[in-house]
């Protein structure tokens, strides 16, 4: 149980360190060690890793930080996420970063990309384009010589050159952490009470800004604790949450939807550490093949990527149901347009299939949670009473 406990406060304190001294302590040890920031849903953490470098996760400011001249940078009808970041690298927080790479979410993250080069933030900066065909000969080709620019960038920086051997170990160490957290996953969606989903949410996020090695002692921590520990179940529903894939909403809110009644069991909050579905190969003699095969073939569904051929609201529905989830609570960022735009066909889907919904809007920031408690609490009560 203490073991537990001091996981839970270092999560706590990883999480929302807008000054990154654990990646900062980190790269003093070595010289060629580096230091590459990425936006938020899935990046290739793997490369990064195989040539001594770190990557740390960019969530924003949320609710702890003030905004001034992020604001200066993006209109009003702009979600809120760029401006915290901004902010942030203007401050100086990432001033030990080497490198920044903006995953292709949406036209806000490229022009994001764009602004850091303005600004001169960091060695390198790159707009990672992800493949919007599926063919392996030309998604998969292409994916693969946009992972060596990235390797070619950070060469250029320790002189450290990717090796097989390297890169395999890599993925080994990355599928162990995928595995530990699905193993979570799992055993909280039969025994939610046992952690609460804030606390997962901590030492989830915490996984982004340490070395893989220490995350994956951590979880092994966590999982040993969620199997001997027995707790009390309360009279709640299951809920996942769907569409803050980018944006993360502030803790209190996760905070006020448990309070209403809810036990979150699934969610797409930290994407990333869950994108692939499945083991990566880790004995190939062409590992980045090997990763490009995986994000092509074995990722998660998301409003972030082009998947024309595979509808998100059936896999939706398919999840719900796998799960045994009471009902989806539908929380997007305001002026999130790949979110917003794909919620009204999510929500068909749902329909269609006797999935119960409700959705509400909010950013990183918000400090007022009272209309929406009581607006899931509503939606909590109907399915406990009449359901």
């Known amino acids: 149980m203490e073991n537990f406990e001091n996981i839970l406060e270092r999560s706590k304190m990883l999480s929302f360190d807008l000054n990154f001294e654990y990646a900062r302590n980190w790269k003093s040890k070595e010289a060629s060690r580096v230091i590459l920031g990425y936006t938020p849903i899935y990046f290739p953490r793997e490369i990064v890793h195989a040539v001594n470098g770190l990557s740390v996760g960019i969530f924003g400011s949320g609710d702890r930080k ?23 690298v203007l401050d100086g ?3 030990s970063f080497d490198g920044f790479v903006f995953p292709s979410i949406c036209d806000v993250m490229r022009n994001l990309s764009g602004i ?3 600004q001169k933030k960091g060695k390198f900066v790159k ?15 292409f994916y693969i010589q946009e992972m060596k620019h990235i390797l070619e960038y950070i060469f250029e920086i320790n002189n450290v050159k990717l090796t097989t051997e390297n890169l ?3 993925i080994r160490l990355f599928n162990k952490n995928r595995q530990l957290i699905k193993a979570i ?3 909280r969606r039969e025994f939610p009470w046992r952690i609460t989903y804030e606390e997962l949410y901590h030492i989830i996020r915490a996984g982004t800004v340490i070395t893989v090695e220490e995350h994956n002692e951590m979880l092994e921590g966590v999982l040993d604790f969620l199997n001997n520990e027995k707790g009390e179940p309360l009279d709640k529903i299951k809920v996942i949450i769907y569409g803050a894939f980018c ?5 209190g809110l996760i905070k006020t939807i448990e309070l209403a009644g809810c036990y979150i069991i699934d969610d797409d909050l930290v994407l990333g550490s869950r994108w692939i579905q499945g083991d990566i190969k880790d004995d190939t003699d062409d590992p980045l093949k090997a990763l490009s095969e995986a994000y092509l073939k074995n990722s998660t569904f998301s409003s972030s990527m082009y998947d024309v051929n595979n509808p998100k609201g059936e896999r939706l529905v398919k999840l719900a149901k796998d799960s045994k989830a009471d009902g989806i609570i539908f ?10 735009l794909d919620i009204p066909q999510l929500q068909q889907a749902c329909d269609k299939h006797d999935i119960r919904h409700i959705m509400f809007q909010f950013s990183e920031n918000t400090g007022q949670f009272k209309v929406i408690k009581e607006q899931v609490g509503a939606f909590s009560d109907s399915i406990k009473l009449w359901v």
């Open 247 to 251: 944006e993360q909403p502030p803790v």
């Open 93 to 95: 927080n990432m001033k």
């Open 66 to 88: 003030q905004i001034i001249k992020g604001d200066a940078f993006y209109q009003s009808y702009i979600c809120h996420i760029p401006r915290g970041i901004i902010e942030m």
């Open 168 to 170: 395999n170990n890599s």
């Open 116 to 118: 850091f080069k303005i």
């Open 331 to 340: 929380a997007a960022p305001s002026f999130c347009d790949p979110a917003l």
């Open 185 to 187: 996953y799992d055993l």
């Open 127 to 141: 707009y990672l384009d992800y493949p919007q065909n599926f063919n392996p000969e030309i998604g998969g080709t």
